[in-house]
């Protein structure tokens, strides 16, 4: 049952008519809050860890574990999100990574923090993640009408984008002038803030009473659930592209410092032209709206990050790799955004948890592809990732498209 709130509209623009739904206001504002939170956490993480044992292996290891429970735990999330109310799984996530950044700044402030505390809270983190994260993405259909989807998926990814943009800057200034331990406290705050404006949003109600059955009997209904859907299928194949779209991330270093010969400015800038190009894209799809034929812009949005990125890799001038780094940033906005909001609309309320479950399995296939660029690019060149993921990820990208009539139609 949609919990959509009924509340006189006056005309504003159709991007942000979205806003005019008081759930999603209230929805909107807390992930807001949330991802500012975890862009703060990971980039001070980072900085502590490395001040407790001047070790980038270290570094890897505490922000890279948070993986290993997300994917084992992925299916579990899913279908508790199908199992209780959404609100009170999101709440209770956001409760817990708010005492879990407590427990850091009281473990730093009093000087017993070790590298091995921060290891096992990155654990826990990652099996929270891994319970929590289907619930979100499978409450937004509850809060706006269908023909809003896309843009509420805009909205919420600029929000996201913005944390990421905003996020390292405040980190530096909170480290610098108040020290890491305050950073987390600081950072245990704004999730703490995160819960309060979903606590007007009424819940999305338990679901219908059921025989008592393992969890494990709803996960094997999740998965046959998928695998009966063509257009899920093809939206999961396609997303298991994210194995080939890290290469970018390994290899901007490399080709800021290597190839184009720039400084670290120039590497920021970037670093920073890819975010930008994730936020106009966020933006573009704001303002473009309940599409009919997703299936195409997913398609589009594909060419541009795979076009982009295989001229990158030819690319000799640092105005025109960062111009590529914007179109890329903008394509796979338009193509993750469409992806999102199609998977939403052709499934069911309950079974959107579960399949929700595994989309994001995919996306934890990113770390994997970190290594697989780095390894490919230490023992063929530089360019040999980049291209290879993009032509990789070109042949599953077109079959889909081609083979696929009812995703083409989507």
């Known amino acids: 049952m949609a919990l959509l709130s009924q509340t006189s509209r006056p005309r504003r623009p159709d991007s942000f008519d979205v806003f005019a739904e008081r759930y999603f206001r209230w929805f909107f504002t807390s992930v807001a809050l949330a991802d500012l939170g975890m862009h703060l956490r990971m980039v001070v993480l980072a900085w502590l860890v490395l001040e407790l044992t001047d ?8 922000i890279g574990i948070r993986a290993v429970p997300s994917v084992i735990l992925s299916l579990w999330g899913g279908a508790l999100a199908d199992r209780v109310p959404k609100k009170r ?22 000087g017993q923090l070790e590298a091995w505390h921060l290891l096992i809270i990155s654990v826990a983190v990652g099996f ?8 979100g993405p499978a409450w937004i259909p509850m809060l706006v009408p ?5 843009s509420a998926n805009s909205l919420l990814g600029i929000a996201s984008n913005t944390g990421e943009i905003v996020g390292p800057g405040l980190a530096g200034w909170l480290i610098g002038t108040w020290g890491t331990d305050s950073a987390f406290f600081v950072i245990a705050a704004i999730f703490l803030m995160s819960m309060l404006p979903l606590c007007p949003i009424e ?36 997303n298991s592209t994210a194995l080939f779209a890290a290469s970018i991330d390994v290899m901007i270093p490399v080709y800021a410092r290597d190839v184009l010969r720039v400084r ?29 034929r997703k299936g195409l812009m997913i398609w589009m949005g594909a060419i541009m990050w795979d076009f982009s990125r295989a001229s990158f890799t030819f690319s000799p ?12 940033g903008a394509g796979g906005s338009i193509y993750f955004i469409s992806l999102m909001t199609l998977l939403q609309e052709v499934t069911s309320d309950e079974m959107r948890g579960r399949v929700m479950s595994i989309f994001h399995i995919s996306n934890d296939m990113i770390p994997l592809g970190a290594m697989l660029a780095g390894f490919l690019a230490a023992t063929v060149n530089n360019w040999f ?26």
């Open 317 to 328: 001038w640092f105005s025109l790799s960062v111009f590529l780094l914007l179109v890329m």
């Open 55 to 62: 070790s980038p292996a270290w570094v890897g290891m505490v």
């Open 264 to 292: 670290p400015g120039g590497f920021g800038i970037m670093g920073a032209s890819l975010g930008a190009g994730f936020l106009i894209g966020s933006i573009t799809m704001s303002f473009v709206g309940n599409l009919p």
């Open 89 to 110: 799984v999101v709440v209770a996530s956001r409760l817990l990574f708010g005492l879990l950044a407590f427990l850091v700044g009281l473990l730093a402030s009093s």
């Open 385 to 410: 990732p980049l291209l290879f993921g993009a032509m990789a990820a070109e042949t599953i990208t077109l079959p889909i498209f081609l083979l696929i009539p009812k995703f083409r139609r989507a």
């Open 203 to 238: 819940e999305d109600g338990a679901p219908p009473p059921k025989p008592k059955r393992s969890i494990l009997l709803d996960i094997v209904d999740g998965v046959r659930y998928t695998k009966s859907s063509h257009v899920i299928m093809g939206i999961l194949l396609l």
């Open 128 to 135: 929270i993640f891994a319970l929590s994260r289907p619930a």
């Open 146 to 150: 269908r023909q809003r989807l896309i």
